[in-house]
DNA sequence: CCAGATCCTTGTTTCAGATCAAGGCGGCCT
DNA sequence: AGGCCGCCTTGATCTGAAACAAGGATCTGG
């Protein structure tokens, strides 16, 4: 269901290192691979295959057996868990450099899929696994951006549990800024790569609940909706709000 | 203010391994010490020192510098994270076996109380890093026991975001079931050693929501609030409700 | 045995956000 | 153009859980 929806485009990278080497790529210095050497990373490189995903294109589906691991070079991705009844939390979204796979799981326990054009960075997990047995320092980069992420889903729970609407779209808007700044992306004009249904679906809402509380931010000349996103044009009283 | 509040009482387990050796250990087999073997181990117990804890002791406190890590042997623990309001959010509750510092930061990003006497056992952190990074086995146990809670976090939000109070409560129940009986404590009876504020603050309701939930699923003969904890009556009707 | 503290339950009222309902807007296809 | 479709906004109403309020139960120490 997934490699048939998404039709990836795939092209190797081990024909010597022909347009997109790893000591090139721009997540180099940002992603999980700066733990890396330049032998280790000819080592990686090797086991490595971009693969291009159409918007909306499926990269891996939720329990179904985790053959690879991704590095995004390019894009975002929205992760989400769905409830048989049909209900679905987004856990998050993944930008520019974000590994997906990172605990290494035999399945997936969530679906990724493709926001806009996607680029992955693809290991087959089993020699991706190998390499990380045979290199404790990559695992241990892992094992840090893990407990980083525990870091980010315990904020997101008491978000969840313990925040007004308001507070929780103003802080996602923020948390969001913080991210794109971290890839270089310091724009005032915050892309929202996601729909509103994303979004509510992550912060716990309603899609009417979000845009209604997004119309209040721009009526308040906090924020100014623009087409693909928002404009941040009081940073201060954001942060106010967002707590 | 966490050492003095808890006065904890410290006993090594050096001394040519007199009583608690890492080799007796009730949570031997289900702990993260479970990856080593048995030369490992008894360098692994060279850093240990059992440390008991006083109920509504600290074991350590959100932002602290974290000079160690710990293995619960006995007791529980409640994880919580504050707001400067005033506001918190119970994270979690650690039991028998589960280990807290898995992330091995350098600071705590929770706090984490005794509930009931706990002990533990505790390294040092910066020993316990030198002994992982000399480990890779160990760090990968670690690894997959962060990827495990990193699991259980995505559980928790789409739990916090997605349900009612009775799917809340309902799930928690069986949540808690399922990690008892891990840990070999199959009882009907479900000992619940946090509180009902505790209990609210972790599931994102109010303690009378917690309260008004409980009893409805009393009076209608799926559990049996009894002192200290509740029965649970009706296995089936109860993980229809929780999902 | 009583005073005070802590925790839990129960009743009533209020409110934030969900739900229901109806357009609006822009893109895309023919 | 025109019509359809997906996405977003806005308004009206409803509701589940919060907030407020008042005890009751259990424990502790004097």
Same mark, same amino acid.
């Given at each position: 269901?997934?490699?048939?929806?998404?039709?990836?485009?795939?092209?190797?990278?081990?024909?010597?290192?022909?347009?997109?080497?790893?000591?090139?790529?721009?997540?180099?210095?940002?992603?999980?691979?700066?733990?890396?050497?330049?032998?280790?990373?000819?080592?990686?490189?090797?086991?490595?295959?971009?693969?291009?995903?159409?918007?909306?294109?499926?990269?891996?589906? !939720?329990?179904?057996?985790?053959?690879?691991?991704?590095?995004? +070079?390019?894009?975002?991705?929205?992760?989400?868990?769905?409830?048989?009844?049909?209900?679905? #939390?987004?856990?998050?979204?993944?930008?520019?450099?974000?590994?997906?796979?990172?605990?290494?799981?035999?399945?997936?326990?969530?679906?990724?899929?493709?926001?806009?054009?996607?680029?992955?960075?693809?290991?087959?997990?089993?020699?991706?696994?190998?390499?990380? +047995?045979?290199?404790?320092?990559?695992? !241990?980069?892992?094992?840090?951006?893990?407990?980083?992420?525990?870091?980010?889903?315990?904020?997101?729970?008491?978000?969840?549990?313990?925040?007004?609407?308001?507070?929780?779209?103003?802080?996602?808007?923020?948390?969001?800024?913080?991210? #794109?700044?971290?890839?270089?992306? +310091?724009?005032?004009?915050?892309?929202?790569?996601?729909?509103?249904?994303?979004?509510?679906?992550?912060?716990?809402? +309603?899609?009417?609940?979000?845009?209604?509380?997004?119309?209040?931010?721009?009526?308040?000349?906090?924020?100014?909706?623009?087409?693909?996103?928002?404009?941040?044009?009081?940073?201060?009283?954001?942060?106010?709000?967002?707590?």
């Amino acid at each position: 269901m997934s490699s048939e929806t998404c039709a990836p485009d795939e092209r190797s990278c081990r024909h010597g290192r022909s347009e997109v080497g790893c000591a090139e790529c721009k997540v180099r210095f940002i992603s999980v691979c700066a733990a890396l050497t330049s032998d280790e990373l000819a080592e990686l490189e090797s086991l490595s295959r971009h693969v291009v995903h159409e918007p909306r294109g499926t990269l891996f589906t !939720q329990d179904e057996e985790a053959s690879a691991v991704y590095n995004i +070079t390019e894009g975002s991705v929205r992760l989400l868990r769905l409830l048989p009844d049909g209900r679905r #939390y987004v856990m998050g979204f993944a930008l520019v450099g974000d590994f997906l796979g990172l605990a290494l799981p035999e399945r997936h326990t969530i679906t990724a899929e493709a926001l806009s054009s996607v680029t992955v960075c693809r290991f087959e997990r089993r020699a991706f696994q190998d390499l990380v +047995t045979r290199k404790p320092h990559l695992l !241990q980069r892992l094992h840090e951006r893990a407990g980083y992420e525990l870091g980010l889903a315990q904020d997101q729970m008491l978000l969840l549990g313990r925040r007004g609407a308001e507070e929780k779209v103003a802080n996602f808007l923020l948390t969001l800024r913080r991210r #794109y700044a971290r890839i270089g992306l +310091t724009s005032v004009t915050l892309e929202l790569p996601m729909g509103r249904q994303d979004i509510a679906d992550h912060l716990g809402l +309603t899609i009417e609940t979000v845009s209604r509380t997004l119309t209040r931010l721009d009526r308040e000349k906090v924020i100014l909706i623009v087409p693909g996103g928002v404009r941040l044009l009081d940073l201060p009283r954001l942060e106010h709000l967002g707590g």
